[in-house]
Nanobody, 125 residues
Framework: QVQLVESGGGLVQAGGSLRLSCEAS????????MGWHRQAPGKGRELVAT???????NYADFVKGRFTISRDNAKNTVYLQMNSLKPEDTGVYYC???????????????????WGQGTQVTVSS
């Protein structure tokens, strides 16, 4: 009943910018923390940034000052503005939703730990 759909990835030169979007679809009434993770080739998935329902943000040290996470609760969407991109930022970026309250067939449900399909970001040197 709830799906995350990411968009905005692509190929960019070092120093460039990209903006990722992640929309949560479904009959959503509220959702709390959302975040972005990434996975580089041959490496494990790592946390990039999170944002709470009250828009409190947290960033990995390697993106502080370059990336900005934001959300639009009315659109059930979280964004990741990525500036000053480096080749080491290359990877698949995944959106994560921690917990959501949604309606299905007239009943309220709470689900947790949703992931998007991932969007590729490639930064060339």
């Amino acid at each position: 009943q709830v799906q995350l759909v990411e968009s905005g990835g692509g190929l960019v030169q070092a120093g460039g910018s990209l903006r990722l979007s992640c929309e949560a679809s479904g009959s959503i009434r509220s959702f709390n923390t959302m975040g972005w993770h990434r996975q580089a080739p041959g490496k494990g998935r790592e946390l990039v940034a999170t944002i709470t329902e009250s828009s409190r943000t947290n960033y990995a040290d390697f993106v502080k000052g370059r990336f900005t996470i934001s959300r639009d609760n009315a659109k059930n969407t979280v964004y990741l503005q990525m500036n000053s991109l480096k080749p080491e930022d290359t990877g698949v970026y995944y959106c994560n939703l921690d917990s959501v309250l949604y309606v299905s067939e007239g009943y309220y449900y709470r689900g947790s730990d949703y992931w998007g399909q991932g969007t590729q970001v490639t930064v060339s040197s």
